[in-house]
RNA sequence: GGAGACGUGGCCGAGUGGUCGAAGGCGGUUGACUCGAAAUCAACUGAGCGGCUUGCCGUUCCUAGAGUUCGAAUCUCUACGUCUCCGCCA
């Protein structure tokens, strides 16, 4: 969520940035319902200034024994005119609240304008493709080959894109994210956490996931619980509705979790493997900073990740995304594609993302600066540390042999 | 799941329906003292919103929501949470 203070001072550059994402909306609805909303304010106040001297008074003539009957009955009346003040502005915050939250971020100057995933600028490349003295095979071939991936099991238990990995296939997958995790808290000082996986719906409303993209996510019945889509959210909002010490900041949380999607919006594609699953496990990143400092926090942050993949010795560039392609809450991410020898591309596998103050104004986390100044809001940024399964995929396929067995990367080896 | 108790500021903890944003303490900041933020003393110390003469005025907030009342931290109802006992249980 934006200030509305601020889209109202800033309606060109807020104007601009929605073109850019492609969304569609009417700034002149904020202005008109900011308008309203403070009108009715003044009016409500002032009469409840009435009604409180009003009761003094009364308690007052009580008091010395006077009849406070007659100014009571006037109170009365005032109190029915404040209730239905109450009601109206209630009203019209509600509506205004409803725009706020379904508009997106706002831009970093350092995200570029473009259309979409083919207008991602690349960064920086590391490492280079292998060379195969033999065609490359798709990981779902080699794993099913093997006996490490069952994808008929998964769909015999659950659905399709949902997987059973087996034996050696489970293995990895535990040792990708301990190394990941080990990584984080020993090297880049990252406190593991390790929270719900199930959270309530103001949780999702502080991280952007609600009340826009409720159709990505799974959602208990009868509770107000959903299964979460990214340890993004809980992780962030572990600090909701605080405000903490500056010489609390920087904090850094890791955790893994399985990660629960719907995939509403991407049938057919990805219907092979591994690679787009409604149940996938990810080792998240999140900082909570400064606004001095987020960005850079968010080259660290994106570095963390890398170090992932140079560890593993898998070829990777880093795309930073374009208007048109980056998600609702984020003003500037860094994907990190990691190269796929099977379809000679390079697929995404870690989205770092600086959200500046979207998120924290959403969740009421603020911070007061050292210099005794006014309680600001914090920044927050998120990053994948990675996604587990998508690197299972990229170590089978980029460490593939060609009698199918697969080398395990020197990281992994105890 | 059953029974009972309870939810007050960063923390602890008072609070009889009226002058309570809320005593007192701890913590924090500043000043005095001092070689020295060790001790002592003094002052200050929540957030949101609205207004304008930008420092003040007004308003809201005592878990949340609804209600009673001229007036609610205080009374009633509901939800959520915490604690104790019983039951169940990885």
Known sequence: MLDLRWILSHREEMEACLKNRHHDFDLNILASLDEERRKI???????????????????AAKKAGEDASPLMEDIRRMGDEIKALDDKLAKVEETLHGHLMTLPNRLSETTPVGNDENDNPVVRTWGTPGEFSFEPKPHWDIAEALG????????????????????????????????MLDLHTKKH???????????RSAILEGTGQ??????????????????IPTAEVPLTNLQRET???????PIYYTAYTPCFRREAGSA????????????????????????????????????NAEEVLQLLELPYHVVNLCSG???????????LEVWLPSQKRYREISSCSNCED??????????????GGKVRFAHTLNGSGIAVGRTLIAVIENYQREDGSIAIPRALVP
């Not at 490490?148 to 087996?166: H, P, Y």
């Not at 979207?358 to 210099?371: I, N, S, V």
């Open 41 to 59: 304010i003044g009016q409500t106040e002032e009469l409840k200034a009435r009604r409180n001297e009003g009761s003094r008074r009364v308690g």
């Open 148 to 179: 490490i991936m069952d994808f008929e099991k998964g769909v015999m238990l659950a659905q399709s894109r949902f997987t059973v990995l087996k034996g050696l296939g489970a293995r990895m997958e535990r040792a990708l994210i301990a190394f």
């Open 189 to 199: 000082g990252y406190t593991e956490v390790e929270p719900p996986f199930m959270v």
């Open 210 to 227: 609600l009340p826009k993209f409720a159709e990505d996510l799974y959602k208990i019945e009868n509770e107000d619980l959903w299964l």
């Open 243 to 249: 405000i903490l010490d500056e010489s609390a900041l």
């Open 268 to 303: 057919g594609r990805d219907v092979r493997g591994l690679m787009r699953q409604h149940q996938f496990d990810k080792v998240e990143m999140v900082k909570i900073c400064t606004p001095e400092t987020s960005y850079d926090e968010l080259e660290k942050l994106t570095s």
């Open 325 to 335: 392609d980056i998600g609702f809450g984020s003003a500037k991410t860094y994907d």
């Open 358 to 371: 979207f998120q924290a104004r959403r969740m009421g986390l603020r911070y007061r600066p050292a210099d």
